[in-house]
């Protein structure tokens, strides 16, 4: 029922989200969220819960690195739990969407995904005091720039089931690399 529940939040916003949606579209009677979690507020509570445990342990591996190759990995990492379990990979999308509040799933969500931002523009920045990223990139909005190409590809996929996740995401890595990659003393950029 989580599952339905991560579907129908990335699908539609939590604000949309009925149990009678969730027993549906998890196979299972109208009646039985209810049963189970007893009322809306409890189970997008329950929710909340099942989304950030599943975006941390996507997060997980990329932790024991920094500077650009963290940024990298933590996007391919995304992408990769994302064409593994479309399932487990919308948590990023409910967590990286949409920056109101208002609309977050809850106020976990929305720190989880300030904390996520966060999190990327400090690699950011140790990349640039590394030498190994530019130096006139904007830590702030590049990271914003990759949660929204993240997001992108999997309203892409949404849209479209048979969209090439493994291919679109290749380009984005490529594309990040490319954009925040600094020239090296010849006006090349640095191998990674």
Not at 77 to 106: H, K, N, Y
Request: proline share 4%.
């Amino acid at each position: 029922m989580l599952a339905a529940g991560v579907r129908l939040v990335a699908q539609y916003g939590p604000e949309k989200l009925t149990l009678t949606e969730v027993g549906k579209s998890a196979g299972y009677s109208r009646g039985l969220p209810a049963h189970h979690f007893g009322s809306r507020e409890q189970y997008l509570k329950a929710l909340a819960s099942h989304v950030a445990i599943e975006f941390d342990r996507t997060l997980s591996a990329a932790s024991r690195v920094s500077g650009l190759v963290a940024v990298l990995d933590i996007t391919r990492a995304v992408l990769a739990q994302l064409e593994a379990d479309p399932t487990r990979g919308l948590a990023s999308q409910i967590v990286l969407a949409d920056g109101r509040r208002e609309r977050a799933l809850s106020e976990d969500i929305a720190e989880l995904r300030d904390e996520t931002l966060e999190l990327l523009t400090r690699h950011i920045e140790d990349g640039i005091q590394a030498g190994e990223i530019r130096r006139d990139v904007a830590p702030e909005h590049a990271s914003l720039l990759i949660a929204a190409g993240i997001c992108g590809i999997i309203d892409s996929w949404q849209a479209d089931p048979q969209f090439d996740i493994a291919k679109a995401g290749v380009q984005l890595v490529d594309m990040i690399e490319h954009a925040l990659k600094a020239p090296d003393h010849r006006g090349e950029t640095t191998p990674t």
